[in-house]
């Protein structure tokens, strides 16, 4: 019998990497030093989706707020998926 097995990472470990992947996005964007990337992951309900996404909110000052998933859970988010996430922000902006 096989029995499946979440990783779970250590809060401090996957705060670590928030800030990790915050501070890669804000230098991928050129942000200014008062603009903010958050990175959290937070429980999704929608079918067919992973029970855990990652959340990237970009705060940037004098502009909207943006928002975008990352369909997978925090520590499988890659550079790769940052990429993404900033080509998505240049054609907003």
Do not use: N, Y
């Amino acid at each position: 019998m096989f029995q499946v097995v979440q990783r779970r990472v250590s809060p401090l470990a996957a705060r670590l990497h928030c800030a990790d992947l915050a501070t890669s996005l804000h230098d991928k964007l050129v942000l200014d030093r008062d603009d903010v990337v958050k990175v959290s992951e937070v429980d999704c309900s929608d079918p067919g989706s992973p029970d855990l996404e990652t959340v990237v909110l970009i705060m940037r000052e004098g502009r909207s707020s943006l928002l975008f998933r990352v369909e997978k859970r925090l520590a499988d988010v890659t550079e790769d998926d940052l990429d993404g996430v900033a080509d998505r922000v240049w054609e907003l902006t």
